[in-house]
């Protein structure tokens, strides 16, 4: 249905106003927010016709008008006027950000906690899929005779340690060698290739020696599980029990929903190069009633991850939305920098 100029000016009132108080809307309140200069039969004429066309619920008989997800999408892409960050927006952001650290995988999950603070909802992120899947490093680091750190990266700067203990003395030139060896089979090969079949191999090949080192080649292949399974993470779960517009137990299963790391993962394929907003559960029922909005993070050659908010449909879509591109543009400056530093340094 197209929409006259009045009807998408009566439109947008009823979401703006939906949007800061989350209340329906009748026909006077709108007319005094279009300044009067329509009537409030007027406008009621054009609420019917709306509501006919799937733009407007009515909850109760006697009550004013709700707008449906189809309202907020059309208002999100052809009506909103984004408003435009602020200078203490900007700050705080930077701020937010300024002393994330660690390795790759800590600064995107610390970034995340930082932007579930900045806006009370929840936020998940995904890392790029092209990059991270190969190994660049592996070293068997002695802390003691009996006490191993081993240390696993990915090639885009991703990394884990996990640390393990032997049941006797490690002379330190195997430990070197086993280094190597780790290092010369799965250097360059994808994090798949570190198998259960891989580790009894090596154990065969080591034959004796191999029972003493069995926790070193353990902990490496967890290391590795590890890694497949962090691509992404989740922060701010509990911001959603806080939501007034959830009930208790609609806020329970989301959270829920998101600790498994598999949906979360499917739900931040949806959309492509630019901003994608899911309203109303349009491709996932379990959201009706929330907004997923998707934001791509550039890390240049290195590939595009992804960084999403979710929380109730009832969103100032006009500042939220441009507050995460610039957090999204943020991140991907940073563990870019983080990246072009990490591939300067010399391991050896």
């Not at 590939?303 to 979710?310: L, M, N």
Request: proline content about 5%; overall charge negative; charged content about 20%.
């Amino acid at each position: 249905m197209e929409l006259d100029f009045r009807k998408g000016r009566v439109l947008a009132a009823v979401v703006e106003s939906y949007i800061l108080t989350g209340e329906p809307v009748g026909s006077k309140v709108l007319a005094e927010m279009l300044g009067n200069c329509v009537s409030s039969a007027t406008i009621r004429n054009d609420m019917a016709v709306l509501t006919a066309a799937g733009y407007l619920a009515q909850p109760h008989t006697s009550a004013g008008r709700l707008p449906t997800p189809q309202a907020l999408r059309l208002y999100v892409e052809e009506m909103m006027d984004r408003r435009p960050l602020t200078l203490q927006e900007k700050v705080d952001i930077k701020t937010a950000l300024s002393d994330v650290s660690g390795d790759a995988t800590r600064m995107l999950e610390e970034a995340c906690r930082r932007l579930a603070d900045l806006t009370g909802l929840c936020v998940a992120a995904c890392r790029p899929e092209q990059v991270g899947v190969c190994i660049s490093r592996i070293e068997v680091l002695q802390m003691s005779p009996r006490n191993m750190g081993v240390l696993l990266v990915q090639d885009n700067g991703f990394m884990r340690t996990r640390m393990c203990r032997c049941p006797r003395d490690i002379p330190t030139k195997f430990v070197q060698a086993l280094s190597t060896y780790l290092s010369r089979r799965f250097l360059g090969q994808p994090l798949s290739a570190v198998t259960v079949a891989a580790m009894q191999e090596i154990l065969l090949e080591l034959g004796e020696a191999g029972l003493a080192v069995a926790p070193i080649l353990s902990a490496f292949y967890e290391l590795a599980l590890e890694c497949i399974a962090s691509r992404v993470t989740v922060a701010g779960q509990m911001n959603l029990l806080r939501q007034p517009d959830y009930s208790p137990e609609r806020a329970r299963a989301l959270v829920a929903h998101l600790a498994d790391r598999q949906q979360v993962s499917d739900l931040l394929e949806i959309g492509g190069d630019s901003v994608c907003i899911q309203l109303g559960g349009e491709d996932t029922p379990l959201f009706s009633g929330s907004a997923v909005i998707l934001v791509p993070y550039s890390l240049g050659e290195r590939g595009q991850g992804k960084i999403a908010v979710i929380g109730p449909i009832r969103q100032d879509f006009a500042t939220l939305i441009p507050r995460l591109e610039y957090f999204a543009a943020a991140l991907g400056r940073m563990m870019s920098e983080w990246f072009d530093d990490t591939e300067a340094l010399d391991f050896g």
